[in-house]
T-cell receptor, first 113, second 112 residues
Framework: NAGVTQTPKFQVLKTGQSMTLQCAQD?????MSWYRQDPGMGLRLIHY???????DQGEVPNGYNVSRSTTEDFPLRLLSAAPSQTSVYFC????????????FGSGTRLTVV | QQQVKQSPQSLIVQKGGISIINCAYE??????FPWYQQFPGKGPALLIA?????SEKKEGRFTISFNKSAKQFSLHIMDSQPGDSATYFC???????????FGTGTSLTVIP
């Protein structure tokens, strides 16, 4: 049982480049989300999904897109990377409406130069 | 508006001492108050959680104290160990809609 798997673990992008952060879970969780973690800011919600085909914006969605074509996968796309998007990104999943316990992936450290 | 405020930002404790991290929340309509523990290079992991109708919950050396009237809750780590050195996040959760509000985190260092 792998839990939540994120790839890549590290990435360096140039300003203006695009990329996709991958997230997959094998727990059949309905709810998946993306957070970014910055020093002194805690965890801020970027986008979330309550099930396949359904996504919504979180607190800091600008510059990011998501899609949820399957229950297992929830990729995060950076459309045109900016230095302000330098951060550590975490994907998390849980059962909807019945669990206070997120399962987090191990994170992707992204640097935009 | 920040729903959950956490303090201190960093904490240094001697081995065997008690570590205390505090959180305060703004809204009364939360269902759970979990704490997450994060080691360097890893994602946060659920440590312990409490419901608002309970004043205290203990799991091993970790205890949550909850004060509903003051809208405050705290994590106490008894007999702190160097292996407890990590970042701790409190959160307030509204189950309907899976709404999580995280504190800004506390970096705990336990000195041998």
């Amino acid at each position: 049982n792998a839990g939540v798997t994120q790839t890549p673990k590290f990435q360096v992008l140039k300003t203006g480049q695009s990329m996709t952060l991958q997230c997959a879970q094998d727990m059949n969780h309905e709810y998946m989300s993306w957070y970014r973690q910055d020093p002194g800011m805690g965890l801020r919600l970027i986008h979330y999904s309550v099930g396949a085909g359904i996504t919504d914006q979180g607190e800091v969605p600008n510059g990011y897109n998501v899609s949820r074509s399957t229950t297992e996968d929830f990729p995060l796309r950076l459309l045109s990377a900016a230095p302000s998007q330098t951060s550590v990104y975490f994907c998390a999943s849980s059962r909807t409406n019945q669990n206070y316990g997120y399962t987090f992936g191990s994170g992707t450290r992204l640097t935009v130069v | 508006q920040q729903q959950v405020k956490q303090s201190p930002q960093s904490l240094i404790v001697q081995k065997g001492g008690i570590s205390i991290i505090n959180c305060a929340y703004e809204n009364t309509a939360f269902d759970y108050f979990p704490w997450y523990q994060q080691f360097p290079g890893k994602g946060p992991a659920l440590l312990i959680a409490i419901r608002p109708d309970v004043s205290e919950k203990k799991e091993g050396r970790f205890t949550i104290s909850f004060n509903k009237s003051a809208k405050q809750f705290s994590l106490h780590i008894m007999d702190s160990q160097p292996g407890d050195s990590a970042t701790y996040f409190c959160a307030a959760v509204r189950l309907s809609g899976n709404q999580f509000y995280f504190g800004t985190g506390t970096s705990l260092t336990v000195i041998p």
